[in-house]
């Protein structure tokens, strides 16, 4: 979730070249005003012509920054100065003279050259007709910017506003604030492979029924996301969830219990944490019906067979050094069940929560969390969105692991 708190103090550049996406930008500058940051616009004379400098002034609050011998800025060096003590600088859209420009250590206006002076993260966002976009010299300027550190946020496919067909559209304004985000992370998990389990899973009845969960996966996207942010290589096992796979994160998707025990019992072998959030079946119909069960009887007796304890088998072959984090969805004495599973399952941490609230538990986009650790240890969180809620687990996670490491 995209909340008010993910950006907050940060102080960012977006910078506007000359291309028709020029609009997406003022939707970008938003996401990222949303998000808490205080946004500063500079912007080429060219990408005037497709959005006013009134438009960015008004939005963000600040004067726009277009002109290198400006009467309006005094005695101020603003290159120099709107440069310092900025946390990233993004450009969306990034034309292909813009590209080619800074590849080539060109600064003749004012966003090159306050581009040259930034030494924080910069993110580049190509957006051009798809013919200029793979042309070899236009690759060829991205691949040096990479080389010098710059972060390709790389175009979509799409129609664009040429009618042609393919790479070339700007990413979409949410993926680019994303990115963003990840620019201004702490790479506290850098090296670490993380495995993340999240959704509910489906055991057949018979070919168009079945036993499962409300389970949204939510939460167990979020805490991929986040891990994936603070610089984790990071391998998401989803059960039937509607969402969309999360930036930078390998995600396979299963349905049943069997099928997810299997997919997060390989994975895990390499994982140096595993974080198990999905709600999984405890039980199977032991035998599923070939057709339709027709409805002939006042009642239906099913019987039920016991799943794999996929948490309880990941405690059981935990190695030295590995974290191991579960989460318990109770309806009661929560505090006594998840210390309970803790211990029984070898867990370092445990994340609990009370479901059947409104603004906690399966499909809210908020949870209300307390936190067990095998030291003993209790943390309660507020009701907070689940992406925050993430972002404390894995900062319990990244403390355990300097534990471990001694640092």
Known sequence: MWTETLLSGKRIVLGVSGGIAAYKSVELLRLLQKAGADVRVAMTKNAQAFVGRLTFEAISGHPVFDAMFDDAAGH???HINWAKG?????IAPATASIIGKLANGIADDALTTLLTAVTAPRLICPAMNTDMYENRSVQRNLDILAGDGFILVEPDEGELACKTTGPGRLADPQKIAWRVLGAVSPKDLSGKRVLVSAGPTREPID????VSNPSSG??????ARAAALRGGDVVLVSGPAALPDPEDVKVLRVVTAAEMAKAVLDEGDAADIVIKTAAVSDYRPVGVSSH??????DTLVMEMEKTTDI???????KKPGRILVGFAAETREIEKYARDKLK?????MIAANIVGAKDSGFNADTNAIQLFFADGRKEDLPVIDKFSAANIIIDHVAAMIGRKNGT
């Open 76 to 78: 101020e060096i603003r």
């Open 86 to 90: 900025i946390n990233v600088a993004v």
């Open 207 to 210: 070919p168009v029924r079945y």
């Open 218 to 223: 939510k939460m167990g996207f979020a805490v």
């Open 292 to 297: 339709k069960i027709k409805k002939e009887k």
């Open 311 to 317: 948490l309880a088998e990941l405690g059981r072959r």
């Open 344 to 348: 029984r399952k070898n867990l370092d």
